[in-house]
């Protein structure tokens, strides 16, 4: 999955169209039929494919001339997805609804009220329960080589092994708290605005994953990105097998053996970009 904090609203790509069903709110828009607008869009992309290898351009009057005696909706509906989808204003004032309008507590119904008790007793002592693993703080390797500073190959297989081995994988913190962030459902009330904060956490429709889908795909996604650093520091180990080789180590073969470890952890920046907003502005 993918959050709506990492689509890209500046210009009509798929992700974007798709998460915001845009087709869909043309056909609002015209009063149609659902799909009139998705039909349109098919209708004229088979014909642009069909034609586009012609020296004289592909002539939209004449997909119009085709479709008009069957389907003259189509027409109607491809001419709105020109003024706002392809069209640059028309595209954001198409993003600037849609974002009003799933964030606008007076355009959110929430749930039916239930006589249901969900509070919880303020006696109740309710910690995160966070333990952290087990890990052994000090490296014990053999120091003497470099005047205490353990920046050697055992030094490297320590980190990877006893470090980075006691935080991921399957059953270790990073995996097993994105368990528990998934099973997160919170109910801070049957109205508006509260409904709007609830679904800022656990997100507004099914390609928004909200801050409970950010938050587990980053722990899932880091959990891969340092089994890749894992990786790349035992090899780099295996590799080099004294502290004279590793120093000798150039900036370009660093990045060749960590490879895509390193973007693996760059890409961790993209998360954490979602702004909660209950006021409809």
Do not use: C
């Not at 990045?255 to 006021?279: A, H, P, R, W």
Request: charged share 25%; aromatic share 8%; glycine share 8%.
């Amino acid at each position: 999955m993918s959050s709506l904090a990492r689509i890209d609203w500046g210009y009509p790509n798929d992700k974007a169209i798709s998460a915001m069903n845009a087709y869909g709110m043309g056909d609002a828009a015209l009063n149609k039929p659902e799909g009139t607008v998705q039909a349109a869009h098919d209708s004229w992309m088979a014909f642009y494919n069909k034609n586009q290898n012609n020296r004289t351009g592909v002539n939209y009057e004449k997909w119009k001339d085709e479709v008009r005696a069957e389907h003259p909706e189509w027409i109607e509906a491809r001419d709105w997805y020109d003024k706002n989808i392809l069209d640059t204003d028309g595209w954001k004032n198409l993003v600037k609804t849609y974002k009003d309008n799933i964030t606008d507590p007076s355009n959110v119904k929430p749930p039916a009220f239930t006589d249901q008790s969900d509070w919880i007793d303020d006696k109740i002592q309710t910690g995160s329960g966070f333990k952290p693993p087990a890990i052994n703080p000090t490296f014990k390797g053999d120091t003497a080589s470099t005047s205490g500073v353990a920046v050697n190959t055992a030094a490297l297989k320590w980190f990877a092994e006893d470090v980075l081995g006691s935080i991921t994988g399957a059953g270790k913190i990073l995996l097993t708290t994105a368990d528990q962030v998934g099973a997160i459902d919170p109910r801070p009330g049957a109205f508006a605005r509260a409904e709007v904060l609830r679904q800022a956490i656990v997100g507004a429709t099914a390609q928004d994953g909200g801050v409970k889908g950010d938050m587990k795909d980053m722990l899932v996604n880091m959990n891969t990105a340092l089994l890749a650093v894992q990786t790349a520091l035992l090899k780099m180990a295996a590799e080099y097998e004294n502290l004279e080789e590793l120093n000798a180590l150039t900036t370009d073969k660093l990045g060749e053996i960590m490879g895509d470890s390193f973007k693996g952890l760059d890409n961790l920046s993209t998360y954490g970009q979602k702004i909660v907003k209950t006021d409809g502005n």
